[in-house]
């Protein structure tokens, strides 16, 4: 049996343990950052304000050789970065749905009623990770195939956690379809990452799903609201990224 180390014993869950044939070895679990490219400005506006009570941080940073806008999740051992283009300077990310259409800007101001994402101007690297390629992503989601947007959007309740809501689906093209899911995560001795997927024929054509359970009707894509149903915002990327499995 392989001996554990004291970087073992001082950091444990910075390794994986596995068993292969009769020895046991300590394998340390790399983090870094991906960046996934959203279709639309519309789409990075929405992933940072739709249905949140406190919007997300939005960054400005060069990347690519172009000045985009980012806001991030964190995983177990990735930085998910979500960005697009920058349509223009200016200190926040204005949101608001109104008769149907998405109002999205940027902003120098908080005086109109609409959500606001603070935008903060990195003139260097936001985070110090290096990127991931394409064939070394630690929280590689694994793919959960659903029968129906009826389940998909069931499966948005935690009842874990009922309070923290987390309402955001992602959609994007993969071969001769759409896929549009839902991640969740499984904690065991290490935290796996699911994405949870309904395979669409085309590209939804709204920027909300909207649930009517208590109709006993299957969701819709909409952009518009109706007092009474669940809503769930759709993030659409611009295309496939592996950090969804496929």
């Known amino acids: 049996m392989a001996k554990i180390s ?11 343990r596995y068993k292969k044939f009769d020895s046991i070895y300590a394998v340390l679990t790399t983090q870094n950052e991906c960046f996934v490219e959203l279709s639309s400005f519309n789409d990075l506006a929405r992933f940072a304000c739709a249905f949140r009570e406190y919007p997300r941080r939005v960054y400005s940073q060069q990347y690519g050789g172009n000045r985009v806008l980012s806001s991030s999740i964190a ?3 990735t930085l998910v970065v979500f960005y ?8 926040y990310v204005s949101y608001q749905v109104s008769s149907g259409n998405e109002v999205c800007d940027v902003v120098d101001s908080t005086k109109d009623i609409s959500s606001y994402a603070p935008i903060i101007h990195a003139e260097s690297e936001t985070s110090s990770l290096p990127e991931a390629t394409k064939d070394d992503i630690p929280d590689r989601f694994h793919p959960i195939q659903l029968k129906d947007l009826g ?3 069931r499966l948005t309740y ?9 309402l955001t689906l992602y959609a994007f093209p993969h071969k001769n379809f759409w896929m549009l899911g839902y991640v969740t995560s499984l904690e065991m001795d290490e935290l796996y990452y699911n994405f949870n997927y309904v ?3 085309s590209e939804p054509a709204h920027a909300f799903m909207k649930y ?3 109709r006993g009707q299957d969701p819709v894509f909409v ?5 009474g149903f669940s809503y769930l915002p759709i993030i659409k990327i611009k295309e496939d990224h592996p950090i969804f499995g496929f």
């Open 6 to 16: 004291l970087i073992h014993l001082l950091f444990p869950s910075c390794f994986r």
């Open 75 to 77: 995983l177990a051992n």
């Open 84 to 91: 697009s283009s920058m349509p223009k300077h200016g200190r």
């Open 151 to 153: 389940s998909l959007a």
């Open 158 to 166: 935690d009842p874990e956690f009922p309070d923290e809501l987390n």
């Open 199 to 201: 395979e669409l024929d």
């Open 212 to 214: 009517q359970g208590n």
């Open 223 to 227: 952009n518009n609201f109706v007092h």
